[in-house]
């Protein structure tokens, strides 16, 4: 599967982006898929996460309540829903799936960055 993310760009705090993961292949809906992202100079870090039919969803405790993932299975996206956003969620983000749904991501996209001003 090859995956494609977009929506990034800049914001100011306290403001909303949505971020979209278009992935190629019909096996999309069988992968669960996630997101990650890394601010310059740091390790790169998860996000959120999506089972393959979007029934459980799992958050990084630093956006735990103000972002959400979700996928639209028919049309091979996935979503991030990125509300009250502070500087320090300036980073490239990632999606990844995940195939096996065990946590090890084995198919990534290209980052999209987000920049928010103070």
């Known amino acids: 599967v090859q995956l494609q993310a977009f929506g990034g760009g800049l914001v100011q705090a306290g403001g909303s982006l949505r971020l979209s993961c278009a992935a190629s292949?019909?096996?999309?809906?069988?992968?669960?898929m996630g997101w990650f992202r890394q601010a310059p100079g740091k390790e790169r870090e998860f996000v959120a996460a999506?089972?393959?039919?979007?029934?459980?969803?799992y958050y990084a405790d630093s956006v735990k309540g103000r972002f959400t993932i979700s996928r639209d299975n028919a049309k091979n996206t996935v979503y991030l829903q990125m509300n009250s956003l502070k500087p320090e969620d300036t980073a490239v983000y990632y999606c990844?799936?995940?195939?096996?749904?065990?946590?090890?991501?084995?198919?990534w996209g290209q980052g999209t960055l987000v920049t928010v001003s103070s």
């Open positions: 990844a799936a995940d195939p096996g749904a065990t946590m090890t991501y084995k198919h």
């Open positions: 292949g019909r096996t999309f809906s069988s992968y669960a």
């Open positions: 999506i089972s393959w039919s979007g029934g459980s969803t």
